[in-house]
């Protein structure tokens, strides 16, 4: 078996492994994000959901690296329901620890954080469910809103089984 075979082997070998592990998830997805995320700029997912008797946790993931600026991070989360139902949430996370350094995982100046958005929670109808993600950075003392957020690479949004 030649040198090339054997990696190919051992990389699906990898992939099979790391997918079979993560057996809770329902969904995930990200959206990249151009290094500056505008006060606006609403990062959607949409998905279907057909249990309506499961309870789930659902995260918003965020990607962020040394030139995220701030302790913490405010959000504005929408989900639109099958039935037309709009719930927001406004949301806020800590983001780094009292010396500055970015939270979350990761070894490199890239952070990965892992935010609660609902815990053991169900889903109320059978159908298409519309999230919404966008971010409400405001600097202490200033009512406008960070006009473009630095630091943040992607947002993502997971959906996973609690049992």
């Known amino acids: 078996m030649s040198r090339n075979n054997r990696f190919l082997i051992f990389g699906f070998a990898l992939a099979v492994l790391f997918v079979s592990c ?20 609403k990062v959607t997912f949409a998905f279907e959901q057909k249990d309506t008797v499961q309870e789930y946790n659902m995260f918003v993931n965020i990607r962020n690296n040394d030139e995220y600026p701030y302790n913490n991070l405010f959000l504005i989360v929408s989900m639109l329901q099958p039935d037309g139902v709009t719930k927001v949430d406004t949301l806020e996370y800590q983001m780094a620890n009292p010396d500055g350094s970015l939270m979350g995982e990761g070894f490199s100046d890239v952070k990965e954080s892992k935010l609660w958005y609902k815990e053991n929670a169900k889903f109320p ?7 919404t993600v966008q971010q409400a950075v405001r600097e202490t003392g200033k009512v406008p809103g960070v006009e473009q957020l630095q630091g943040v690479s992607e947002v993502g949004f997971r959906i996973e089984k609690t049992n």
């Open 125 to 131: 109808k059978a159908g298409k469910y519309v999230v």
């Open 22 to 41: 993560d057996k809770k998830r329902i969904f995930d997805e990200y959206m990249e994000i151009d290094g500056s995320w505008h006060k606006k700029q």
